[in-house]
T-cell receptor
Framework: GAGVSQTPSNKVTEKGKYVELRCDPI?????LYWYRQSLGQGPEFLIYFQGTGAADDSGLPNDRFFAVRPEGSVSTLKIQRTERGDSAVYLC??????????????FGAGSRLTVL | DQQVKQNSPSLSVQEGRISILNCDYTNSMFDYFLWYKKYPAEGPTFLIS?????DKNEDGRFTVFLNKSAKHLSLHIVPSQPGDSAVYFC????????????FGQGTILTVHP
C-alpha cells in the first residue's frame, strides 16, 4: 500500500484480556518495527523484524508481549493478560534496508490501546 | 536512563518568526540524529536528519545544527507557519542499529497567525 496501515485504530479492552494489533507495512519494505508511545513520552522501541525473523526483540517489556511476521509482510503484535499499564499508542513503522545515511522509518498512525 | 532529552515541553511562536527546538543527548556514540513531526491522530513523519560528522544540514525552511562537544542539536524553522504546529521529536541512532531509534519526549510547537 501507499503507507503503513495499522488496525484497529482504537481498542478498548478489560484487564486480563488478550489483544492483537495488526500492521501492514509499505509494499517492498523488508524491515518492520514496533514502537510504543505512552502519554507525554516519545516512542519507545519494542521489536524489529528483518524479513520474517525478529532480529531484535530487546524492547519487549515482558513475556506477555509477542510479535510475529510469518510471511515477511504483515505483522501482528500480541499482548496477553493485558494490564492497565499497557495502555498506550502502539506504532508500527517500516523501512527499506538502509544503504547509506540515516535509516528513515515510515510510521503508521498507530493503534491506541486502552485497558480498563 | 533518558539518552535523548527535549527539555522544553512546549514552544509558542508568531507566524513568520523563527522556531528553535532543542535536543540534548548523552550517548556520544550516536551516528545519526533525526527530527520527526507528529500531528494529532497521525504517526510521526520524518522531517530532516544529520550525520554526526556534520554540523549543519538544511532542507528548505528547516535547518538542523549539531554541536557534538555540547551533545546538543537544534532544529530551526524559518519562517514559521501555522501548519508547522505539531509535536516535534528528536531521535538518535547508531550506525549498527538499523532502525532502532531513541526518541526524546517531544516538544509541542504552536505557531500563531
Amino acid at each position: 500500500g501507499a503507507g503503513v496501515s495499522q488496525t484497529p485504530s482504537n481498542k478498548v479492552t478489560e484487564k486480563g484480556k488478550y489483544v492483537e494489533l495488526r500492521c501492514d507495512p509499505i509494499s517492498g519494505h523488508t524491515a518492520l518495527y514496533w514502537y510504543r508511545q505512552s502519554l507525554g513520552q516519545g516512542p519507545e522501541f519494542l521489536i524489529y523484524f528483518q524479513g520474517t525473523g525478529a532480529a531484535d526483540d530487546s524492547g519487549l517489556p515482558n513475556d506477555r508481549f509477542f510479535a510475529v511476521r510469518p510471511e515477511g509482510s504483515v505483522s501482528t503484535l500480541k499482548i496477553q493478560r493485558t494490564e492497565r499499564g499497557d495502555s498506550a499508542v502502539y506504532l508500527c513503522a517500516s523501512s527499506l534496508t538502509r544503504v547509506a545515511g540515516a535509516n528513515v522509518l515510515t510510521f503508521g498512525a498507530g493503534s491506541r490501546l486502552t485497558v480498563l | 536512563d533518558q539518552q535523548v532529552k527535549q527539555n522544553s515541553p512546549s514552544l509558542s511562536v508568531q507566524e513568520g518568526r523563527i522556531s528553535i527546538l532543542n535536543c540534548d543527548y548523552t550517548n556520544s556514540m550516536f551516528d545519526y540524529f533525526l527530527w520527526y513531526k507528529k500531528y494529532p491522530a497521525e504517526g510521526p513523519t520524518f522531517l530532516i536528519s544529520i550525520s554526526s560528522i556534520k554540523d549543519k544540514n538544511e532542507d528548505g525552511r528547516f535547518t538542523v545544527f549539531l554541536n557534538k562537544s555540547a551533545k546538543h542539536l537544534s532544529l530551526h524553522i524559518v519562517p514559521s507557519q501555522p501548519g508547522d504546529s505539531a509535536v516535534y521529536f528528536c531521535a538518535a541512532s547508531l550506525e549498527t542499529s538499523y532502525g532502532k531509534l531513541t526518541f526524546g519526549q517531544g516538544t509541542i510547537l504552536t505557531v500563531h497567525p
